[in-house]
């Protein structure tokens, strides 16, 4: 089943604690993004991979990191997270095959709901 | 800056009555159009996509979206609200930089 998995999927933390949320998809999908969810702002995309160590900005990176080392893995690492951090978090992937039918839908993670405290 | 407008927080129709979600973008170039639903406690699930060609995009579960390049629209629509149609939906673009942008979401709410 093609899919896009995200742990943990609830995790409250405390001010300054390093903390990775880990994304995996099984699609062979070039890019990978992620996005915080907030109530009013929708979703704003973190950061995003076009490929293996290819990376780069989107609207809000401040305050995180990502590395993408394989394919199929784009954790998110909050190294030092702040009360403003406290959000829904989501992984997505997609084909950059963009003649494809199915390109470039992307496939959502459940979520991680991050409370930083 | 790139954007994506959803102006409505919530939207209220009466089953079997046609819905309409709005959606407008202020992207660069000839962008890709989404929309997306959410579900409770659930990551958001692909509807339609407008890429190129017929302005009128059909999607999953009978919505469509109609995309007018001149008012920069790409609004949602169904013929027929179903109460499980209530759910949150987003407006998204994708730019050719690979960059997308989500609209802030409308709440529709199908009353029986």
């Known amino acids: 089943e093609a899919q896009v998995t995200q742990n943990p999927r609830y995790l409250i933390t405390v001010t300054g604690k390093k903390l990775t949320v880990t994304c995996s998809q099984n699609?062979?999908?070039?890019?990978m993004s992620w996005y915080r969810q907030d109530p009013g702002l929708g979703l704003r995309q973190i950061y995003y991979s076009m490929n293996v160590e290819v990376t780069d900005k989107g609207d809000v990176p401040e305050g995180y990191k990502v590395s993408r080392k394989e394919k199929r893995n784009f954790p998110l690492i909050l190294e030092s997270p702040s009360p403003n951090q406290t959000s829904l978090y989501f992984c997505a992937s997609s084909s950059l095959d963009w003649t494809s039918s199915f390109g470039p839908q992307a496939f959502f993670g459940q979520g991680t709901r991050l409370t930083v405290v | 800056a790139q954007s994506v407008a959803q102006p409505e927080d919530q939207v209220n129709v009466a089953e079997g009555n046609p819905l309409t979600v709005k959606c407008t973008y202020s992207v660069s170039g000839n962008p890709y159009l989404f929309w997306y639903v959410q579900y409770p406690n659930r990551g958001l699930q692909f509807l339609l996509k407008?890429?190129?060609?017929?302005?009128l995009v059909k999607g999953s579960y009978g919505f469509e979206a109609e995309f007018n390049k001149s008012q920069t629209s790409f609004h949602l629509k169904k013929p027929s609200a179903l109460v499980s149609d209530s759910a949150l939906y987003f407006c998204?673009?994708?730019?050719?930089?690979?960059?997308?942008?989500f609209g802030t979401g409308t709440s529709l709410t199908v009353i029986p």
């Open positions: 998204a673009a994708g730019d050719t930089g690979n960059q997308f942008y």
């Open positions: 699609m062979n999908h070039e890019y």
């Open positions: 407008y890429i190129t060609g017929d302005n």
